[in-house]
């Protein structure tokens, strides 16, 4: 399901092979806000649906 698939939870280190980063830079988008992460313990995790957002606005504002 759409949903199922949206909550698929990543760690850093998918997160940035998803988005084509490198995870120190993930780290940098993090911080700036660009991508929202949760934490669960002291591990940061980020959401497929987050991943995607942040895809859609890096592909928008490199348009522009």
Do not use: H
């Not at 490198?22 to 591990?43: F, V, Y």
């Not at 649906?49 to 859609?56: F, L, P, S, T």
């Amino acid at each position: 399901s759409l949903v199922g698939s949206e909550m698929c939870i990543r760690d850093s280190k998918e997160a940035a092979e998803k988005l084509n980063i490198s995870p120190t830079l993930l780290e940098k988008w993090t911080k700036q806000g660009l991508i929202k992460s949760r934490k669960i313990g002291t591990r940061i995790y980020y959401v497929e649906k987050d991943i995607n957002e942040a895809i859609k606005n890096a592909f928008n504002s490199s348009k522009s």
